[in-house]
């Protein structure tokens, strides 16, 4: 982890949590290009934060409030996100490989390209998500809620879809997912 963010951490989240309440001396926090790997920020709300780019390989942001955080690019492998409030955030071409995503939020998440392989994403809220192009190999969505979410050209090799909902879901042009689903979960989905 950069010494600089490891030694001023507390402050960063102290003056970050002063910006979310509007308070004059209070400064959004910004990781972005940061190493940030192994980092403990459990159950710390960081909503709105900017994590650009940053390594959060290893981190443990467990029941952690993601808000609106941005992703975009970031590494994120190997995570702890359980349970992690990650509503409305933009996960752009972000690498989340082998996380533990368990009942993660990502309501109206925007992650186009993002790579979310050998995940598991077991009762992931991921109603109205957008994850167009992206990677699902290997993963684990079983018991999710993928209700209205664009699925275009996403790849659910070898993806554990159990009792999985897909209502009104967008699958144009996805790989490897019929085989996989029960005739109920074909009859929600969108495969334009």
Not at 18 to 34: C, E, I, Y
Not at 68 to 86: D, H, P, Q, R, Y
Not at 141 to 160: H, M, P, Q, Y
Request: proline share 1%; with cysteine.
């Amino acid at each position: 982890m950069d010494r600089k963010i490891k030694k001023n951490l507390d402050e960063i989240i102290k003056l970050h949590d002063k910006w979310l309440k509007n308070q004059p001396d209070g400064v959004r926090a910004d990781f972005s290009d940061s190493d940030m790997r192994k980092v403990n920020l459990s159950g710390v709300n960081l909503s709105m934060a900017n994590f650009f780019a940053c390594n959060l390989s290893g981190a443990n942001l467990s029941g952690a409030n993601l808000q609106g955080c941005t992703f975009e690019n970031a590494i994120v492998k190997k995570a702890n996100l359980s349970k992690a409030n990650m509503r409305f955030c933009n996960i752009i071409n972000a690498t989340f490989d082998g996380s533990n995503m368990r009942e993660v939020d990502l309501r109206n998440v925007t992650g186009q390209t993002a790579s979310l392989q050998k995940v598991n994403l077991m009762y992931v809220n991921a109603i109205s998500c957008n994850l167009e192009n992206s990677d699902l190999d290997y993963s684990n969505i079983s018991c999710g809620d993928f209700t209205g979410a664009t699925l275009v050209r996403v790849d659910f090799k070898e993806v554990n879809m159990k009792n999985t909902k897909f209502l009104g879901a967008l699958f144009s042009g996805a790989a490897n997912y019929k085989d996989k689903m029960t005739s109920k979960q074909r009859l929600e989905i969108l495969d334009l």
